[in-house]
């Protein structure tokens, strides 16, 4: 069983920075592309960023040049680097795996359980 563990959120002041980590216990025959998303409190969760498997990076327009997703494949894990941060970056953030768990099995989505960013003075 594959489980996604974020971990980095907390409180920030405005203008201020948060690593989010993302690691993936269990095995994954191949990962195309991690990302993540965020959900604020009344809204549907929305894309932030994505990084596939050749390390190709894709960013919502609204967090582009503040943030920064990388990927470790070797330890299957994921990192957001939030800067600039904004009150309306303030949401629960969740780590996304699309990959195959095994060579017989279709490509699947894989969530974690989020972690908590507010940004607030």
């Known amino acids: 069983q594959v489980q996604l563990v974020e971990s980095g959120g907390g409180l920030v002041q405005p203008g201020g920075s948060l690593r989010l980590s993302c690691a993936a216990s269990g095995s994954f025959f191949s990962i195309n592309a991690m990302g993540w998303y965020r959900q604020a409190p009344g809204k549907q969760r929305e894309w932030v960023a994505t990084i596939n498997s050749g390390g190709i990076t894709t960013y919502a327009d609204s967090v582009k040049g503040r943030f920064t997703i990388s990927r470790d494949s070797a330890k299957n894990a994921a990192y957001l680097q939030m800067s600039s941060l904004r009150p309306d970056d303030t949401a629960v953030y969740y780590c996304?795996?699309?990959?195959?768990?095994?060579?017989?099995?279709?490509?699947?989505?894989?969530w974690g359980q989020g972690t908590q960013v507010t940004v607030s003075s």
């Open positions: 996304n795996v699309e990959g195959r768990r095994f060579s017989w099995t279709s490509v699947g989505d894989y």
